[in-house]
């Protein structure tokens, strides 16, 4: 797996958004399927949502469904995660990885890879 760099994060109120990108520099990712994950101080990594490679079919996880929407522009050879009613439970580090090829498995959230990027820090707090 080759990695990614997210960017887009910062800090925002409760109810306020933010828009992630995860951007390949030497690569494109027109068969992968993408995932962004994200880590809380003190908790373990957890899948967010889920990307097949052609924008066509989307998972999300159960705290983010409805608030949420993951995005791509093969073109641009970037994914998207567009943030919306945001909550202090959704603070931690953002990452994306490529996770498997064509579309999101039913393990996609457990994939396990060496491939992880710097991540890109959310913070929700008034």
């Known amino acids: 797996q080759l990695q990614l760099v997210e960017s887009g994060g910062g800090l925002v109120q409760p109810g306020g958004s933010l828009r992630l990108s995860c951007a390949a520099s030497?690569?494109?990712?027109?068969?992968?399927?993408i995932g962004w994950f994200r880590q809380a101080p003190g908790k373990e990594r957890e899948g967010v949502t889920c990307?097949?490679?052609?924008?066509?079919?989307?998972r999300y996880s159960d705290s983010v469904r409805g608030r949420f929407t993951i995005s791509r522009d093969n073109a641009k050879k970037t994914v998207y995660l567009q943030m919306n009613s945001l909550k202090p439970d959704d603070t931690g580090v953002y990452y994306c990885?490529?996770?498997?090829?064509?579309?999101?498995?039913?393990?996609?959230?457990?994939?396990?890879?060496?491939?992880w990027g710097q991540g890109t820090q959310v913070t929700v707090s008034s």
């Open positions: 990307i097949s490679y052609d924008g066509r079919a989307t």
């Open positions: 030497d690569f494109t990712l027109d068969l992968d399927a």
């Open positions: 990885i490529t996770v498997g090829n064509y579309y999101c498995a039913d393990s996609w959230a457990k994939v396990e890879t060496d491939s």
